[in-house]
């Protein structure tokens, strides 16, 4: 078990409860030690307070209780990751059962045993690896006016209304790209983490961590801390900003601020990404357990039915049946958006030594129809060393781009 759980917490549970269960106060058992529960159906089955949206529930059986309260009931319990060691000793004669239900992957870095970042990189990574990330790190931030920032404890409604506009701009315009439906996005969802995030981080349950570009935040990063654990609940960055890997950038700014607070574990949460992989040195999965009175036809027959249910959603989930879904699910909410069409392939022309060629008109790389644009321009930084507060792209009565930086001039042409 960990300590100081925030999904537990009271602020967390009263918030969710507002948003999905008409602000009713959570169910509590004899039987059962620091978890809540909501009734969702005239069924008697009883469901964790916060649902799926958790990322890690913990419990344990109250042995000196000796309650019965369990009885014609069924709990069920999302979330709960195997590295917490949730195993409730039910005493044999006891007519309370549990069923296990292995669902999504989860992934962490373990840090207990690495004295700086160093260390973690050395152990992690190849020393080519090492060189490309540490370079991604550095040209992004020699091109852009790069800060970052942890809000941890204390932040102004003000800044935080800011963060978390930038937050959903970030994330609808990520996933537009990639045409898929984000449930993060869901109206309710979305509003029920607005609601839920500021409380938490004056509380110093939750944090968000913010990289700036200027004044402008290009990758917002919501986690949810624990006394020992910081879990990543939702991760975005600029896509314009892709060719620097912001994901990386993140990802080794969070691991360093786990390492200087001497937090143990970074927690990716469940689902399965490349990137997961590559950074994690932990898999375990994720289980739904299922306490359920086996003198109960009723609560035996449900529970067993539930457990049935969700082992066939793992199988389809293991056949990758559910990014397919989101696909189909985010095309028929935008039947009339545009058709993506295939990329084009472009080069830089060095133009360095020739005038500039008049007739010229400046983009501006700030408006929203411009950024595929601005991603080539990015690209141009990129690969020239260039500094974006030198940067100006234009282009001709022909529609010919041109970027234009301190040291270097380029035609952009298409192959």
């Not at 059986?61 to 195993?87: G, H, M, R, T, W």
């Not at 990386?248 to 360093?256: C, Y």
């Not at 994720?286 to 009723?298: G, P, V």
């Amino acid at each position: 078990m960990i300590q100081n759980n925030p999904f537990l917490s009271d602020t967390y549970t009263s918030i969710w409860s507002k948003h999905f269960d008409h602000g009713k106060k959570p169910i509590k058992f004899n039987f059962l030690k620091n978890i809540g529960f909501y009734r969702p159906k005239s069924l008697p089955l009883y469901v964790n307070s916060g649902k799926t949206l958790t990322k890690g529930m913990d419990y344990s059986l109250d042995s000196e209780q000796c309650s019965d309260d369990y009885k014609n009931k069924v709990f069920l319990i999302y979330d709960v990751p195997a590295y917490f060691n949730i195993k409730p000793l039910i005493p044999s004669d006891s007519a309370l059962k549990l069923y296990q239900s292995k669902q999504y992957p989860g992934f962490s870095v373990e840090l207990g045993q690495y004295g700086n970042f160093n260390e973690y990189m050395l152990s992690t990574f190849s020393k080519s690896s090492r060189y490309k990330l540490n370079k991604y790190k550095k040209r992004f931030e020699a091109c852009f006016d790069v800060s970052y920032k942890m809000y941890y404890g204390d932040i102004t409604k003000e800044e935080y209304d800011t963060v978390f506009d930038s937050f959903k701009e970030l994330l609808t315009k990520r996933f537009d790209d990639k045409q898929i439906t984000n449930n993060n996005l869901d109206p309710e969802e979305w509003e029920f983490y607005y609601d839920v995030a500021y409380p938490l981080i004056l509380e110093k349950k939750a944090s968000l961590f913010v990289i700036y570009d200027g004044k402008k935040p290009i990758g917002v990063t919501l986690s949810y801390h624990s006394d020992s654990v910081l879990f990543d609940a939702i991760t975005v960055f600029d896509i314009d900003y892709g060719k620097f890997h912001l994901g990386s950038v993140t990802i080794m700014k969070l691991i360093e601020y786990c390492l200087s607070e001497k937090i143990e574990v970074f927690d990716f949460s469940k689902g399965y990404f490349d990137y997961k992989t590559r950074w994690s040195n932990k898999t375990y999965d994720f289980e739904y357990h299922i306490l359920y009175d086996s003198a109960s036809f009723t609560s035996k027959t449900l529970a067993f039915g539930l457990k049935s249910f969700f082992d066939f959603k793992q199988k389809l989930r293991d056949k990758n049946v559910n990014e397919r879904l989101h696909r189909f699910t985010y095309k028929l909410k935008n039947r009339k958006a545009e058709v993506k069409t295939p990329e084009t392939q472009f080069k830089f022309d060095d133009i360095s030594s020739d005038p500039i060629p008049s007739g010229l008109t400046e983009i501006d790389l700030n408006l929203s129809e411009n950024h595929k644009i601005k991603s080539l321009a990015f690209e141009f930084l990129y690969l020239n060393d260039e500094c974006s507060i030198n940067l100006k792209a234009f282009t001709d009565a022909s529609k010919q781009y041109y970027f234009i930086g301190k040291t270097k001039k380029v035609k952009v042409s298409t192959t």
